[in-house]
């Protein structure tokens, strides 16, 4: 299906149930609580994402939507210095390598808009092919929670936010990342197995009868437009657990990971 090619994500048993990581030319959401990694993940696919194609990159450039001011030059260089082969370590690699992740800040949905509409030129000028959002959710959730009518014009916006990432995604056949954070009823170190937690549309996860999470938030029509989602939560200690729970080719899954000076690791 529409080319049907993968981005690695360096997690072996996560690209391996997803037939080789990433699928580009659709949109996928990394969700989880507070902390749990989502900006440390998107910051090693953006180093990995440069890298040649023969060394298991996209090899092309990152535009990194940062809307928490999140993003961290440092700690990308950090990552690259600590992950990548010898040949890409000396100055002028990695100094190329940075100028190859743009930053975008965005303050508001309205910005964040007229960013999406106008980015062809750039994606095809910067040969850009990775596209993070860093986070979907801070935004709508700042400007439409308790305003008159404000779930409504949130679900509109939504749904053409989505519609806009999912044609960039297609037209350009590059990966779309996203990030949302969610919360669950049971505070940030929520078990993987817990009891039933209905999908208010807002923050909380639902969770099947087998205990495992399959929906994150912001609504129906934002969580269909996903095509593939990673939840990333706690477990005890320093370890956590990126848990597949939608996708294409991959069935529910669980592996845990940790988030070290490369960033996120097996
Ligand atoms: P929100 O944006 O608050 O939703 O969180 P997030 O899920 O994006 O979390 P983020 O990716 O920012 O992960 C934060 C966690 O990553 C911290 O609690 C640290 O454990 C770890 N972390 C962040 N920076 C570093 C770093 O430079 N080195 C190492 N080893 N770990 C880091």
């Not at 994402?49 to 700690?75: M, N, Q, W």
């Not at 390598?97 to 062809?120: D, T």
Request: charged share 20%; glycine share 8%; with cysteine.
């Amino acid at each position: 299906e529409r080319g049907g090619t993968f981005f690695a994500t360096s997690l072996p048993d996560l690209d391996k149930v997803l037939h080789g990581g990433i699928p580009t030319a659709t949109m996928t959401e990394i969700a989880g609580p507070a902390g749990c990694g989502k900006t440390q993940f998107s910051m090693t696919l953006s180093v990995l994402a440069t890298l040649p194609v023969e060394d298991g990159g996209l090899g092309g450039g990152v535009v990194y939507i940062d809307t928490e001011g999140a993003f961290s030059a440092k700690r990308l260089l950090e990552i690259a210095q600590t992950r990548l082969p010898q040949q890409f370590q000396d100055d002028s690699s990695l100094k190329e390598l940075a100028s190859q992740v743009h930053i975008v800040s965005v303050q508001s949905c309205k910005n964040l808009m007229n960013r999406l509409q106008s980015i062809e030129e750039d994606l095809i000028q910067k040969k850009i092919k990775l596209m993070v959002l860093d986070s979907v959710a801070s935004l709508v959730r700042k400007e439409y929670s308790n305003v008159q009518g404000g779930m409504m014009r949130r679900t509109d916006f939504l749904a053409s936010e989505a519609a806009l990432l999912k044609y960039i995604a297609e037209t350009f056949s590059i990966p779309v990342i996203v990030t949302n954070q969610i919360t669950t009823r049971y505070g940030q170190r929520a078990p993987v197995s817990s009891p039933h937690t209905p999908d208010d549309g807002d923050g909380s996860v639902e969770v099947d009868g087998e205990g495992s999470y399959l929906t994150a938030a912001l609504g129906n029509t934002w969580s269909h437009s996903v095509n593939t989602r990673l939840i990333l939560q706690y477990l005890a200690g320093d370890r956590r657990q990126i848990l597949v729970a939608k996708s294409p080719v991959a069935p529910f899954t669980c592996f845990d990971f940790i988030i070290t000076k490369k960033g996120v690791e097996q």
